[in-house]
C-alpha cells in the first residue's frame, strides 16, 4: 500500500496571501495524484487531477505541482471561500487508492 | 445535471447490519466503475470498495474483507453497500464516489453510526 503524507498539518494564512501545501508518496506514483477540497459538513470536491490539470470548475488561482513522490498544492492569493481542509490521493496503484491525512488552512 | 445521492445511514448495534444505497443521475452511469469512500468523525479520508462497470470485479480494504459487500443495479442507476457485523469503528459518513480513481463527482454523504 502507498502511503501518502502531508505537510503541515495546520497551515495559518492571511486572506491574500500565498499558500504551499505538500504531499509525499511513499513510492513513485508519477503523477496520478489528486488533491481535493473539502469544507465543513459537505463532501470533497476535486480541484486537480495528474498533479497539475485542474478540474473544470477550479479557479485558476489553484495550481499543482509534481511528480514522483513529491508534490505541491498552491493556492496564489488566499480568498475566504478557499479556507477548508485539503487532501492528496494516489491513484497509480490501486487497490487501495489512498489519501493523505489532510490539511487545514485556516485564518490567520 | 451531474449527481449522486446517498441514503439507508443510521444507528445500528455492533453487530448489526445495514444497506446504503446511492442513486446516480445526470451521466451514463453504466459505463463508470463506482467507489465508496468514508470518513470518520473527524479523520480523514478512506477508501471502502469498489466495482467495475458490470460488476464483475469488486475490491475492498482490508478492514472491512469478508463483512462489506459492494454491489449495482445499472437498470436503476444504484450502488448499494450491504454492511454486516459492523463495529465502532465502521461509524463514518459514508461517500459513494465515481470512479476508481480520479474521483470527479461525489454524493453528499450518509450517515452511518455503530453504537449500544
Known sequence: EIVMTQSPATLSVSPGERATLSCWASQSISSDLAWFQQKPGQAPSLLIYGASTRATSTPARFSGSGSGTEFTLTISSLQSEDFAFYYCQQYNKWPPTTFGQGTKVEIK | ?116
Open chain 2, 1 to 116: 445535471e451531474v449527481q449522486l445521492v446517498e441514503s439507508g445511514g443510521g444507528l445500528v448495534q455492533p453487530g448489526g447490519s445495514l444497506r446504503l444505497s446511492c442513486a446516480a443521475s445526470g451521466f451514463t452511469f453504466s459505463i463508470y466503475w463506482m467507489s465508496w469512500v468514508r470518513q470518520a468523525p473527524g479523520k480523514g479520508l478512506e477508501w471502502v470498495a469498489n466495482i467495475n462497470q458490470d460488476g464483475s470485479e469488486k475490491f475492498y480494504v482490508d478492514s472491512v474483507k469478508g463483512r462489506f459487500t459492494i454491489s449495482r443495479d445499472n437498470a436503476k442507476n444504484s450502488l448499494y453497500l450491504q454492511m454486516n457485523s459492523l463495529r465502532a469503528e465502521d461509524t463514518a459518513v459514508y461517500y459513494c464516489a465515481r470512479s476508481p480513481d480520479i474521483m470527479d463527482v461525489w454524493g453528499k454523504g450518509t450517515t452511518v453510526t455503530v453504537s449500544s
